[in-house]
């Protein structure tokens, strides 16, 4: 028997800390004992029924998992390799990691990067590989340091936080969106240079405004995409990888078609291995570990669901990092 954090819809919706067998794990060729998991955006919309994440009933839920490989049919691992996993439909449609076991399939892991410990790994988790290949897709594109301002959004969620702490460590002169005054210290700490009110993006603007941003990553979407992209310097490209405002997009053709800007959709959870591997690898060089625990905080499998709430009201920056054990 183990821990795991159960969605159900057989009456109505519940979501419990329960615990489960073996029989309760879906198919798949490699079975991990997690030792840490976390709490991601798409994690709390599932975890508060907020969004119709989940596809398959009951639902362990948890999009990330770290941890050791106990039993493996597949030619890839072995027991005793310690290996992450982020996305693939784990928490949506197959049985996800915030539990104390997982089944999943071998194509889907990573092997630990040797830089990171497990509970690093997982504060790094989905937000921070978002991040990392927002920077990837905006180098492909040509970004460089010293070309301008590079805008980041939601600048204290898990995407935004790491992003800022990448970027700034890459030589970018950063700007952070929040609309939280009391974090401006904690977005100074993690290499932003200049921080600026949510409210300027989030209203609807103009469909071309002051050029501002050689580059923008911007996890929130609706009319804050919209404004980013009317602010984007000729030839600049923006990354979208999130939803928080909404998943509308209440824009015009005349950024693209008179400036020349780009607009690169970013996806994580079926992003194939060779560009996975690329943004660890590149997490491993980049990420200051220092900053990485300033972002984090810890919290037990049993308080997920209550910390999921919280971070759909605003009240969490940066990263949740669970211990499946507590």
Not at 56 to 64: L, Y
Request: hydrophobic content about 45%; overall charge neutral; aromatic content about 4%.
């Amino acid at each position: 028997m183990f821990n795991a954090l159960v969605l159900d819809k057989a009456r109505e919706f519940s979501a419990s800390v329960r615990e489960v067998d073996d029989a309760f794990l879906p198919e798949g060729d490699v079975t991990i004992e997690v030792a840490w998991s976390t709490l991601n955006y798409k994690d709390a919309l599932a975890i508060t029924n907020r969004s119709p994440i989940v596809r398959s009933w009951p639902m362990v839920a948890g999009i990330d998992g770290a941890g050791a490989v106990v039993q493996s049919s597949s030619p890839l691992w072995r027991a005793g390799d310690v290996v992450l996993l982020n996305g693939f439909g784990v928490g949506e449609t197959h049985k996800g990691c915030l539990a104390q076991r997982a089944r999943l399939k071998g194509e889907w892991l990573v092997r630990l990067p040797p830089a990171f410990s497990p509970r690093q790994a997982m504060a790094i988790g989905t937000a921070g590989y978002t991040a990392m290949l927002c920077v990837l897709a905006l180098e492909r594109h040509g970004l460089k340091p010293g070309q301008g301002d590079v805008l980041v959004t939601g600048a204290t969620g898990g995407v935004g936080s790491i992003a800022v702490a990448l970027l700034s460590a890459l030589g970018h002169r950063v700007v952070a969106a929040t609309g939280k005054a009391s974090e401006h210290e904690f977005l100074r700490g993690l290499g932003a240079a200049d921080i600026i009110d949510r409210a300027e993006l989030s209203a609807p603007g103009k469909p071309l405004q002051k050029e501002r941003w050689a580059a923008v990553v911007d996890a929130v979407g609706s009319h804050t995409l919209a404004n980013a992209c009317a602010q984007t310097r000729y030839g600049g490209a923006v990354t979208a990888c999130g939803l928080a405002q909404g998943m509308d997009l209440p824009a015009t053709v005349a950024p693209f078609i008179l400036r020349g800007i780009s607009l690169l959709g970013v996806d994580s959870v079926m992003a194939p291995m060779s560009l996975r591997e690329q943004a660890w690898a590149r997490l491993a060089r980049d990420l200051d570990v220092r900053k990485l625990e300033a972002i984090t905080s810890e919290i037990p499998l049993s308080s997920a669901i209550e910390q999921a709430q919280r971070l759909m009201a605003g009240q969490v920056r940066g990263r949740l990092v669970v211990d499946t054990a507590a």
